[in-house]
C-alpha cells in the first residue's frame, strides 16, 4: 500500500496505561462492579474507508479468464491495512457517541462515560465498570444491538496480559507471570538450576557504553527482551524502573556488561515471578507525587568525551491516588543540571507534568459525577519533595544567582 495514495493516517488511539490504572483503583475503592469484552474479528466489522482493491488469492480459479487479470474490491476493513487500526477505532468511537450516546473524555479519548459507568477501549479490549451492574448489562445489550459482535469474559481477571486478583479484603493483586516466563525462556533462565538474584542489580557498579569493552555475544535477542521488560515495568514491576531504562539505553549497541546486566534482572525476577503490583486503597488519601533525584551520578570522565549521557542526572517519581500507584517513571535529565537543586526541581517538572492530565481527569470523572476522593471540591495535588533548595524556589519566585537561569 502507498502512503497519501492508498491511505492517509495510521495512527489509532488505545487507553493509557493512566486511565486503567485509575479504573481499577477505583473499582478496588468503591467496590464497582466490572465487565471485559473482546470484539470478534474487530477491524473487519468496519467497513472500508474508500476504494481499496487486493489481487485474488492464489487458489481461487475463475470460470472466465485468468485470476491475475481480475482483483477484489474491499468492502470490509480487513488485517493487513496500514489504516485498519485507525478504521476500527473511528468507527467504534462513531458506534459509541452518536449511537450509544457515551460521553468521550477530553484527557483521555479512550476513555468514555454513560451513566454511572466508565468504559476503557484498548483496540479491541475493553473495560465496563462501575457501581450498578444492571445498567453494565444495558449497556452490553445496546452493545449487541448496535451489531457489534461482542465476546463477554466475565469480571475482570486478565487484561493485556495483566493477571487481576481481587482479593476479598478489598485489594487487587496486578501481576504478569506469563510476561516473566517468556523474559525467562529468551534468557535461558528457566531451568530449575538458574542461580536467583535478590536485587534487581548491583548497587556497586554504574550500567554504562563500557567502550572498550566486547560486543554483545548475542546469545538472546537483547531488542526483543527489553521491549518485553520495558512493558512489564510500565503495567505492574515499577521495581525494576531504573535497570530497565538503564539497559534500554544500549539497546543499538550493547557490549557484554549490558547483556550481563540484563541476565541479572532476569535472575532476580525468577526469584521474584509471582510479585506484582498491590492496589490497597486507602480513602483519606487524595492524589500524591513522590520523587526524588541525583546529581550527576552517572558521571564519568572517562567516557565523557564519547557518551555525553554521563553528565545527566537522573530523577524516578511515582504518582500515586487513594494510596495507590498510577504512574511511575525512572529517567535521565533532558538538560545538564548544574546543582542538587537544579536537578531536583527539574524532576519536579517533570513529576508534576505527568501530575496535571491525572488531575484534569479526576476532574472530569467529578463533573461526570464520579465519585472522587479529594478534602475540597477541587482536586489539588500533594507533592513530596526532599530537597530544601528546590522547595524553596517552587514556593518563593525571586532572583538567586546560582538558580537564576531556571
Known sequence: MRSRIDYQQTYAS????NSIQMVLTLAAVHGWKSTQLDYVLAFPQAPVEGKLYMKIPKGFKLN???SEDYGLQLHRNVYGQKQAGRVWNHYLVNKLVNE???KQSEIDECVFYRGKTLYV???DNSLLAGPDQNEIDQIIKDLTAADLNITIEGNIQDFLGINIDQKSDGTVHLTQPHLIDQILKDLNLDKPNTIPKQTPTSSSKLLVRHLDSEQFDKSFDYRSVISKLNYLEKATRSDISYITHQCDRFTFNPCVENGQAVRWLGR???????KGMILKPIPEKDLEVFLDANFSRNWDPKDANWDTDTARSRH???ITYAGCPIVWKSQLQTEIAL???ESEYTGLSSALRS??????QLEEMQNFGFPIFTAKTKVHCKVFEDNSGTLEIAKVHKYRPRTKHL
Open 14 to 17: 488505545v487507553a493509557s496505561q
Open 64 to 66: 472466465n479468464g485468468n
Open 100 to 102: 450509544l450516546k457515551f
Open 121 to 123: 477501549l484498548y483496540t
Open 268 to 274: 532476580y525476577l525468577y526469584a521474584m515471578k509471582d
Open 316 to 318: 524516578g517519581y511515582i
Open 339 to 341: 546543582s542538587t537543586t
Open 355 to 360: 501530575a496535571i492530565p491525572i488531575i484534569q
